[in-house]
């Protein structure tokens, strides 16, 4: 099993490059990192773990500045979003900025979609909330276009794009290895088996009884079932957890660091070495 890890990373945590090379001097698989544009401070969404709001969330670095700094500096670590909130960016502005990390960095990006929890944040952008998911969808297939190897033109509910010529291309195939995070439930799960190489579910709770709805989503939508992937997300790590994750048929999973200095997120590598 691969071992990932994700952070929040900040104006005051370890630097982007200084815990790349960390982690790809001690052999972790991969860097995960989330993206909030900003946080309102006049707040109505709560906090989906409960309390109050972690200072972090409103000082995250642009997560594809950070990763083409981590990537500038290393050669094998993959480089994900952990998860990018597709429907508050343009979208053909973002397929540029994806398959340019992906072509930069060797096929290392892995583009983790979610759909977000803070209303006040996405009606910043623009979004309805209650079609976030749609437009997702839509700027996903969006993306998909502009990265065809022939110029396609697409025309979707939410946006349209006219063939065009659109490069670099993602260096890993017609589109980088995408999964979509979120709680368990049939339009997550449509949303996977439509554009999706898997889940990123968080924490990785109540996979026994979700996998196997999901794998019979993914093979009625005709897709191959060797290849789904399940990734679990921000995870506290035991010896026991991974394992029966590892019983689960996961292959990688990703760990959560805290969002602190230098000095404290070294230590925490060091007790997950272990893992490696």
Same mark, same amino acid.
């Given at each position: ?36 544009? +900003? ?7 709560? &906090? ?8 972090? &969330? ?66 910043? +952008?623009? #979004? ?62 449509? +949303? ?20 196997? #709805? ?18 679990? &997300? ?33 230590? #925490?590598?060091?007790? &997950?070495?272990?893992?490696?």
């Amino acid at each position: 099993m691969r071992i990932s890890t994700t952070i929040f990373l900040t104006d005051e945590t370890i630097t982007p490059p200084r815990l790349a090379r960390e982690l790809e001097e001690r052999g972790f698989a991969g860097l995960y990192v989330p993206e909030h544009t +900003h946080i309102p401070v006049e707040r109505t969404s709560p &906090y989906p773990a409960g309390g109050d709001l972690p200072p972090e &969330y409103g000082r995250t670095l642009d997560p594809f500045v950070a990763l083409g700094q981590a990537a500038a500096v290393t050669t094998t670590l993959g480089l994900g979003t952990g998860i990018t909130l597709l429907a508050q960016h343009d979208p053909i502005a973002l397929a540029k900025q994806i398959a340019t990390l992906d072509h930069l960095s060797g096929g290392r990006f892995t583009l983790g979609v979610g759909f977000g929890w803070n209303r006040e944040e996405a009606a910043d +952008h623009g #979004v309805e909330w209650s079609t976030r998911r749609d437009l997702s969808r839509d700027r996903m297939h969006l993306m998909r276009a502009l990265w065809a190897a022939e110029p396609t033109a697409y025309e979707g509910d939410f946006g349209s794009v006219r063939a065009s010529w659109a490069y670099p291309k993602p260096a890993s195939g017609p589109a980088p290895r995408t999964l979509v995070g979120g709680a368990a439930g049939p339009k997550l799960f449509s +949303h996977i088996a439509d554009y999706a190489d898997g889940w990123l579910p968080i924490g990785g709770r109540g996979l026994t009884e979700s996998l196997p #709805v999901l794998r019979e989503t993914w093979e009625q939508a005709g897709r191959d079932p060797k290849t789904l992937q399940v990734v679990p &997300y921000a995870v506290l790590p035991s010896a026991g957890k991974l394992e029966r994750y590892a019983e689960l048929g996961c292959e990688e999973v990703v760990l959560q660091l805290p969002p602190a200095g230098e000095g404290e997120v070294l230590r #925490v590598l060091d007790e &997950y070495g272990k893992y490696v």
